[in-house]
Every structure is written in C-alpha cells, then in structure tokens.
C-alpha cells in the first residue's frame, strides 16, 4: 500500500486542515496531528503502518492510499472513459469551419 499520488493536503487559516482526493473528490478535515502523520507520509519519512488499522481501512476505502496498480490504473481509466465517449455511435456531431480566404 502506498500514498496516493492524486492526494493533497491542504492547511488552511479558515477552514483547518484537509485531505482532499482528485480521483473522487474525498475531502476530509483532519486534527492538526493527523495531518502532521500524514504530511509525513507523504513525504516518505514514516511508513503507513504507523496508522491504526480503522484509519487505514478508510484512507483505503476513499482511494487516499491504494496498490501501486490502482494509481496507474486511474489514467488508463480515465482515457477509456474518454475514447468510449468518443467513439459513440448513438451521438453524431457536425463542425462547419468556414475560412476567410473564399474565391
């Protein structure tokens, strides 16, 4: 298990601190000495076993850490989705680019 690396910690004056998840947009406001563990996690100087099991259950469960496999997974994920969509055959779309250098 690892870090995600489309996770971001975030410390804010107004709002505390946060974890917040690209992949699924998991945010998550932390006590200030979770976000220090996890700032440190992130920065590979302690290991993930250092958290409880609960806490790693639900770091895991909202992909903030995952297998090595799933972070390069999202990508390919993201890139079937989108050529999926774009090879639809149910849609058909039309692009009239007119030019200026007409006869």
Do not use: H
Not at 30 to 56: A, C, G, R
Not at 59 to 77: A, G, R, S
């Amino acid at each position: 298990m690892k870090w995600s690396k489309y996770n971001v910690l975030i410390s804010s004056e107004k709002y505390g601190f946060l974890l917040y998840n690209l992949t699924n947009g998991f945010l998550l406001k932390l006590s200030e000495n979770f976000y220090q563990l996890l700032k440190l996690i992130e920065d590979n100087k302690i290991e993930i076993n250092k958290l409880e099991q609960d806490e790693v259950d639900y770091l895991t469960k909202n992909k903030v850490i995952v297998n090595e496999i799933d972070d390069i997974n999202f990508i390919t994920q993201q890139k079937y989705i989108r050529y999926l969509r774009s090879f639809n055959n149910n849609d058909l779309g039309i692009v009239i680019a007119p030019t200026l250098a007409c006869n």
